[in-house]
């Protein structure tokens, strides 16, 4: 998105479109092209922070499309470091004819005082007697530019995980969800809400241990919807509404899992779920919205598999949900 987008309709729209653009050009093999080669979730190549839900699915987006292969984001005004306290040693320069992707951000808006507030400023309002129905949610987009769009940036330096590797993952999942897996499948890969189990074919089935491992956490991306989890629906029949949209947040959440350990959809998973596509895009198109609520699920799914693997702490994963909890009070929708 090159231009700044006007309200969060358009710019869910826009991403909605270039999705089902995607979905119609690749299938669920969108995946593969999710992680450049430089790895790593999309991040502020000055601050280091990671874009979450919505953003850091654009940005991965905007990447496929572009071709980017650096997971490192600027802003204009870190680029241009006019005061020297961002790479003082160095001179960035925007490439000729580089263009912005907008990301989103959600403000407290004092619908009182009719101005916009930072969340600190909201929480301490709170605290000191302000009602929380005194506040609404505004948006806000800043644009950012790819690394690779941007001359005299260092090269990126690709850390790999060593913490912990794809196998060890599937491992303290199924552990910490409490959630076992089964190599009894056959020639079918599916978790079962009403055993709360796992059934795969056997690791040799598989083309390698990344195929097998990818589809482990796919599954286990299902299994963090079970009612004593996150509670989403679960156990419609094939075909439903409900039955495609569980798929795609959990293609989603494997995707935001897979950021450092560079899983994707594994053909068998592609040949088993190609119905799926059809109906994600008619859904998108009638309603972008479903992309949106898919994303936010999925993030959510992939914090908490986050935390019962070991890879954030609980002080961690509760300020994550206490960011989603406090985007979620505002219930007045402000006007720009």
């Not at 990344?210 to 989403?232: F, K, M, V, W």
């Amino acid at each position: 998105m090159s231009r700044k987008p006007k309200n969060k309709d358009e710019f869910r729209a826009e991403m909605a479109d270039a999705f089902v653009h995607v979905l119609e050009e690749r299938g669920l093999e969108w995946k593969k092209d999710w992680v450049g080669q430089g790895g790593g979730a999309p991040h502020n190549g000055i601050t280091k922070a990671c874009y979450r839900g919505c953003n850091a699915f654009w940005l991965s987006l905007v990447s496929m499309l572009k071709g980017y292969d650096d997971p490192r984001w600027v802003t204009m005004v870190q680029i241009m470091d006019n005061d020297g306290k961002y790479h003082p040693k160095e001179k960035w320069h925007l490439k000729k004819g580089s263009q912005a992707t907008y990301v989103e951000y959600w403000m407290p808006f004092d619908t009182v005082k009719h101005k916009a507030v930072t969340w600190e400023q909201f929480r301490e309002d709170v605290k000191n007697g302000r009602e929380e129905s005194d506040f609404g949610l505004i948006s806000r987009y800043t644009g950012v530019f790819n690394a690779r769009d941007v001359e005299g940036m260092p090269e990126l330096t690709v850390v790999q995980n060593e913490d912990i590797t794809a196998d060890e993952l599937i491992t303290r999942l199924s552990v910490g969800m409490g959630v076992p897996i089964f190599n009894d499948g056959g020639d079918r890969a599916y978790y079962s809400p009403s055993e709360d189990q796992i059934h795969l074919p056997t690791p040799e089935s598989f083309g390698s241990e990344y195929a097998y491992n990818a589809t482990a956490l796919h599954e286990l991306s299902h299994s963090s919807g079970h009612p004593s989890r996150l509670d989403r629906i679960q156990g419609s029949f094939f075909g439903s509404a409900e039955y495609a949209y569980e798929e795609l947040v959990a293609e989603i959440c494997s995707a935001f899992m897979g950021y450092d350990l560079n899983t994707a959809a594994t053909p068998e998973h592609i040949n088993n779920h190609k119905a799926y596509v059809q109906s994600w895009i008619q859904a998108i198109r009638d309603k972008p919205d479903t992309l949106v609520k898919a994303i936010k699920d999925a993030q959510t799914a992939a914090n908490y598999m986050d935390f019962k693997a070991g890879l954030i702490s609980l002080d961690e994963y509760r300020k994550l949900c206490g960011t989603v909890k406090e985007v979620k009070t505002a219930t007045v929708e402000v006007a720009r």
